[in-house]
Nanobody, 116 residues
C-alpha cells in the first residue's frame, strides 16, 4: 500500500522555523520526484518545492526561495522541507507528493500555522 506520511507541522511565530518530514512506503522511492505543495483555505494548491530523484536538483516557488530548503534521504525514503523565516502567509496545509511513471501519490497533509 502506497503511503506518504507527513509530520512536523504545528504552530510557529513569524520568523520562526519548522522542518517537515514525509516518509514514503509502497513504491520505489528513488525513482520518483518528490514535491511539497501547500494549500490555504479558499486558495489553489501551490507548489512549494521539488527535488528530483537523486536529490541533485531542486526548484522552489518564488515566495519560498531563500527561505525553504527541500532535501531527500533515499536510504530513509524520506523527503524534508526546512522552513525558515516563516511568514503569516505561509500558513497552509502542506502536502507531500510523489511523481513518477505517470503516477502521482499524495500524503494527507500537515498543518502549518504561522501566528504571533
Amino acid at each position: 500500500q502506497v503511503q506518504l506520511v507527513e509530520s512536523g507541522g504545528g504552530l510557529v511565530q513569524p520568523g520562526g522555523s519548522l522542518r517537515l518530514s514525509c516518509v514514503a512506503s509502497g513504491f520505489t522511492f528513488t525513482y520518483y520526484a518528490m514535491s511539497w505543495y501547500r494549500q490555504a483555505p479558499g486558495k489553489e494548491r501551490e507548489l512549494v518545492a521539488v527535488i528530483i530523484n537523486g536529490g541533485d536538483s531542486t526548484n522552489y516557488g518564488d515566495s519560498m526561495k531563500g527561505r525553504f530548503t527541500i532535501s531527500r534521504d533515499n536510504a530513509k525514503n524520506t523527503v524534508y522541507l526546512q522552513m525558515n523565516s516563516l511568514k503569516l502567509e505561509d500558513t497552509a496545509v502542506y502536502y507531500c507528493k510523489a511523481a513518477g511513471f505517470g503516477r502521482t501519490y499524495w500524503g494527507q497533509g500537515t498543518q502549518v500555522t504561522v501566528s504571533s
